[in-house]
């Protein structure tokens, strides 16, 4: 794929801006209908897609690209599965678009709800994990939303392949291919991130340096998602066997992901007991160990080095770690957030205040208490997928899922009123703004707070035991539990 120019890229926004208008009037199940299409496309094409992903390791091995570059671009195996099951999840997910987040009446007969809608079109700048293409473009479906995606060079063939095949699957669903859009070099986003016109949000998957030179050459609003420099944290109160399973499962599970961890902070009194036990079992697991002063005689010589200042603010992607004495939980927090990129931290403790003073204390976006950092993920938090990880102080914090892809609009229903009969004085009307109760989440819903205006035809259980009602000659979704009582409850009173 050629760098395409100016005025090629701008026809490439527009026709995601198009698209992107298309998708936001999508029901949940033309939206669904195309995932599936799209998992059934994948499949039949995985062959010639698995061929351009050896295409690339082949040229990832020959350039003496590092070892967890090269782990990140592989799609065979389990990655595939993998690929396709994360669509499945995300078609399971609710869909986050058309929900009511706040209702109130202003006055009898004049009512504002608060709904969620697309964001328009995403820019999304990712790394060499060509799995990313497949999880983001299906989570931008889901949410209506139009996606212009970069790639890292090295994983081009295997995203090409990809998109090419999610294109055919949009096109043969009845929506439009360009929802889903592939660039190619760095010149290409250069010019893209002039496009405010047409582009939304931009999220930049990468190192602060990416994020920063994103921040600086745009007017279009960014989510960034920077390095994932994640600690844990062993208290004095910890458990040794569950620190040991904790320690070596956040930075040994997958080394090359972002939620590894990169520091090990030990409580400067439990550093004779605990922390020769967690060094063999990371000697024993094959990592290197960068000690300060304090930490280093309790560790195995063999797989220790003194440590740098630097250490500490490095995100390895390997098997290395820093290692450090804190003399309290307060000196963990405070060095996790001075050294630390705000993306996931955790603490082992059998202490529950000293967990609530760390988790309140530490301000990364996920704060986990006996729990392997690793756990930060959006397929693993139930989110179907995720887009990235944002560590911005907004919305959208930590695994970025299908919530954190929508944004909202107010929606005002009257019967022709106007602002100047409302104020003080005779004759002149008073705002309630009285809280309205609604069925579920759809502002179409019924009103709980009001009398019944009809009769309730009847309920349902359908498809994957989806339940629903029919009344005032519309079929509603009941999406919880919660909602089923709120009808049986409404159903008693009425």
């Given at each position: 794929?050629?760098?395409?120019?100016?005025?090629?890229?701008?026809?490439?926004?527009?026709?995601?801006?198009?698209?992107?208008?298309?998708?936001?009037?999508?029901?949940r199940?033309a939206?669904?209908?195309?995932?599936?299409?799209?998992?059934?496309?994948?499949?039949?094409?995985?062959?010639?897609?698995?061929?351009?992903?050896?295409?690339?390791?082949?040229?990832?091995?020959?350039?003496?690209?590092?070892?967890?570059?090269?782990?990140?671009?592989?799609?065979?195996?389990?990655?595939?599965?993998?690929?396709?099951?994360g669509?499945?999840?995300?078609?399971?997910?609710?869909?986050?678009?058309?929900r009511?987040?706040?209702?109130?009446?202003?006055?009898?007969?004049?009512?504002?709800?608060?709904?969620?809608?697309?964001?328009?079109?995403?820019?999304?700048?990712?790394?060499?994990?060509?799995?990313a293409?497949?999880?983001?473009?299906?989570?931008?479906?889901?949410?209506?939303?139009?996606?212009?995606?970069?790639?890292?060079?090295?994983?081009?063939?295997?995203?090409?392949?990809?998109?090419?095949?999610?294109?055919?699957?949009?096109?043969?669903?009845?929506?439009?291919?360009?929802?889903?859009?592939?660039?190619?070099?760095?010149?290409?986003?250069?010019?893209?991130?002039?496009?405010?016109?047409?582009?939304?949000?931009v999220?930049?998957r990468g190192?602060?340096?990416?994020?920063?030179s994103?921040?600086?050459?745009?007017?279009?609003?960014?989510?960034?998602h920077?390095?994932?420099?994640?600690?844990?944290?062993?208290?004095?109160?910890?458990?040794?066997?569950?620190?040991?399973?904790?320690?070596?499962?956040?930075?040994?599970?997958?080394?090359a992901?972002?939620?590894?961890?990169?520091?090990?902070l030990?409580?400067?009194?439990?550093?004779e007991?605990m922390?020769?036990?967690?060094?063999?079992?990371?000697?024993?697991?094959?990592?290197?160990l960068?000690?300060?002063?304090?930490?280093?005689?309790?560790?195995?010589?063999?797989?220790?080095?003194?440590?740098?200042?630097e250490?500490?603010?490095?995100?390895?992607l390997?098997?290395e770690?820093?290692v450090?004495?804190?003399?309290?939980v307060?000196?963990?927090?405070?060095?996790?957030?001075?050294?630390?990129?705000?993306h996931t931290?955790a603490?082992?403790?059998?202490?529950g205040?000293?967990a609530e003073?760390?988790?309140?204390?530490?301000?990364?976006?996920?704060?986990?208490?006996?729990?392997?950092?690793?756990?930060?993920?959006g397929?693993?938090?139930?989110?179907g997928?995720?887009?990235?990880?944002?560590?911005?102080?907004?919305?959208?914090?930590?695994?970025?899922?299908l919530?954190?892809?929508?944004?909202?609009?107010?929606?005002?229903?009257?019967?022709?009123?106007c602002?100047?009969?409302?104020?003080?004085?005779?004759?002149?009307?008073?705002?309630?703004?009285?809280k309205?109760?609604?069925?579920?989440?759809?502002?179409?819903?019924?009103?709980?707070?009001?009398?019944?205006?009809?009769i309730?035809?009847?309920?349902?259980?359908?498809?994957?035991?989806?339940?629903?009602?029919?009344?005032?000659?519309?079929?509603?979704?009941?999406?919880?539990?919660?909602?089923?009582?709120?009808l049986?409850?409404w159903?008693?009173?009425?």
């Open positions: 794929m050629e760098a395409q120019g100016k005025r090629g890229l701008e026809d490439v926004a527009a026709r995601a801006r198009a698209a992107s208008h298309v998708l936001g009037s999508l029901s199940e939206k669904d209908a195309a995932l599936v299409e799209i998992a059934r496309e994948l499949e039949v094409q995985r062959l010639r897609i698995l061929e351009a992903n050896r295409e690339d390791k082949r040229a990832a091995r020959d350039a003496n690209l590092s070892s967890s570059l090269q782990k990140r671009l592989n799609l065979e195996g389990d990655k595939f599965e993998t690929l396709l099951q669509i499945s999840d995300v078609v399971k997910v609710a869909d986050p678009v058309g009511a987040t706040l209702a109130t009446e202003l006055d009898e007969g004049l009512d504002l709800y608060r709904v969620t809608c697309p964001i328009g079109v995403l820019c999304i700048i990712f790394e060499s994990r060509p799995e293409a497949v999880q983001i473009a299906s989570l931008a479906i889901k949410s209506s939303n139009a996606v212009i995606l970069k790639g890292g060079k090295e994983a081009l063939r295997s995203n090409m392949a990809l998109v090419a095949a999610f294109r055919v699957a949009l096109d043969r669903a009845g929506l439009p291919a360009d929802a889903v859009q592939l660039v190619s070099t760095r010149e290409d986003i250069h010019e893209l991130l002039q496009l405010d016109r047409y582009i939304d949000l999220i930049p190192s602060n340096q990416l994020v920063r994103v921040m600086d050459s745009t007017k279009i609003p960014v989510m960034g920077a390095d994932g420099i994640c600690s844990v944290y062993v208290d004095r109160d910890a458990d040794l066997e569950r620190a040991v399973h904790v320690v070596v499962d956040s930075k040994t599970q997958y080394t992901a972002c939620n590894a961890a990169e520091t090990l030990v409580h400067a009194d439990c550093v007991t922390l020769p036990v967690i060094g063999e079992a990371l000697m024993a697991a094959g990592v290197k960068h000690a300060d002063a304090d930490s280093l005689p309790f560790l195995p010589p063999s797989c220790t080095v003194p440590a740098t200042e250490d500490f603010v490095k995100e390895y390997g098997l770690m820093a450090k004495v804190v003399q309290d307060q000196a963990a927090i405070e060095h996790i957030n001075l050294c630390g990129s705000q931290d603490i082992v403790t059998e202490n205040a000293t003073l760390f988790m309140q204390g530490v301000g990364s976006a996920g704060v986990f208490h006996n729990a392997s950092t690793r756990f930060a993920d397929f693993r938090f139930g989110f997928a995720e887009v990235g990880v944002s560590t911005n102080r907004i919305h959208a914090r930590g695994p970025v899922g919530e954190g892809l929508v944004i909202y609009k107010y929606r005002l229903h009257g019967h022709g009123q602002v100047k009969d409302y104020g003080i004085g005779a004759g002149m009307r008073a705002y309630k703004h009285r309205i109760r609604l069925m579920g989440d759809d502002p179409r819903a019924p009103r709980l707070d009001a009398p019944p205006a009809s309730c035809v009847g309920v349902g259980v359908g498809g994957g035991g989806n339940v629903y009602f029919a009344m005032d000659r519309h079929v509603h979704h009941l999406s919880s539990r919660a909602d089923m009582w709120r049986a409850s159903l008693a009173g009425n």
